[in-house]
């Protein structure tokens, strides 16, 4: 990973945003789990080293503001749709959120994606299509966290544990909450196949904002 140019300066106290689309039971739980997990980091703490913002809705306008808001992570938990235009979706299939349509809300807005890292706990959210599609969402460069294959609370449970605990270990001196996460996702990666031997289906890239978005966000 490129170390300069990346996410601004470190910072003690994080934000992670939690953005749930999938909107079911298996959903909920796996954010609850999510957010106990942050939670207990800051148990006995003088002071909060994470804050947490946590989405659940179908309004398109509410998820779309979070999808912009600034943070260190946004982290969605949702169905993986990988067909010609990569969405994120409700169990239901009530709920659908393109990228496309993300691209266009930020480009609408004058600002793109402002999370440091993006961590898109859905199926499949890793391949070229995904990549390729978020790309036109960037304000600028990010730490993207997808999957390679099928996902569900297990994989999800294991690989979050070990990318969380990883991330708020690290007191981040000399580095930026991009870096920071780029480290948390590996050692996670890394911890995942060590704990269920096997290889992680979550992979850590590097991605830049497209030439579309460059134009729309300058």
Same mark, same amino acid.
């Given at each position: 990973?490129?170390?300069?140019?990346?996410?601004?300066?470190?910072?003690?106290?994080?934000?992670? /945003?939690?953005?749930?689309?999938?909107?079911?039971?298996?959903?909920?739980?796996?954010?609850?789990?999510?957010?106990?997990?942050?939670?207990?980091?800051?148990?006995?703490?003088?002071?909060?080293?994470?804050?947490?913002?946590?989405?659940? /809705?179908?309004? #398109?306008?509410?998820? *779309?503001?979070?999808?912009? +808001?600034?943070?260190?992570?946004? !982290?969605?938990?949702? !169905?993986?749709? !990988?067909?010609?235009?990569?969405?994120?979706?409700?169990?239901?299939?009530?709920?659908?959120?393109? #990228?496309?349509?993300?691209?266009?809300? /930020? +480009?609408?807005?004058?600002?793109?994606?402002?999370?440091?890292?993006?961590?898109?706990?859905?199926?499949?959210?890793?391949?070229? &299509?995904?990549?390729?599609?978020?790309?036109?969402? #960037?304000?600028?460069?990010?730490?993207?966290?997808?999957?390679?294959? *099928?996902?569900?609370?297990?994989?999800?449970?294991?690989?979050?544990? &070990?990318?969380?605990? +990883?991330?708020?270990?690290?007191?981040?001196?000399? /580095?930026?909450?991009?870096?920071? &996460?780029?480290? &948390?996702?590996?050692?996670?990666?890394?911890?995942?196949?060590?704990?269920?031997?096997?290889?992680?289906?979550?992979?850590?890239?590097? *991605?830049?904002?497209?030439?579309?978005?460059?134009?729309?966000?300058?």
């Amino acid at each position: 990973m490129r170390r300069s140019g990346m996410g601004g300066t470190a910072m003690r106290n994080r934000r992670v /945003s939690l953005l749930d689309i999938g909107l079911d039971q298996s959903f909920d739980a796996s954010m609850a789990f999510v957010q106990s997990t942050l939670q207990s980091i800051n148990a006995g703490l003088p002071e909060s080293i994470v804050d947490i913002d946590f989405v659940r /809705s179908r309004d #398109l306008d509410t998820v *779309l503001a979070a999808f912009t +808001a600034p943070c260190d992570v946004l !982290h969605v938990m949702a !169905h993986g749709d !990988h067909g010609e235009t990569p969405m994120f979706s409700s169990t239901d299939g009530k709920t659908a959120i393109s #990228l496309e349509a993300i691209g266009d809300y /930020s +480009a609408d807005r004058g600002s793109g994606l402002n999370a440091s890292a993006v961590l898109a706990d859905g199926c499949k959210t890793g391949i070229g &299509a995904w990549q390729r599609a978020l790309r036109n969402c #960037l304000h600028g460069e990010i730490v993207y966290i997808g999957s390679s294959a *099928l996902v569900g609370w297990h994989e999800s449970t294991v690989f979050c544990s &070990a990318f969380y605990g +990883a991330l708020f270990r690290n007191k981040g001196k000399g /580095s930026t909450p991009a870096e920071q &996460a780029w480290d &948390a996702a590996s050692r996670a990666i890394e911890a995942y196949a060590a704990i269920t031997d096997r290889v992680c289906p979550y992979k850590v890239m590097v *991605l830049e904002p497209s030439r579309q978005a460059r134009l729309a966000f300058r």
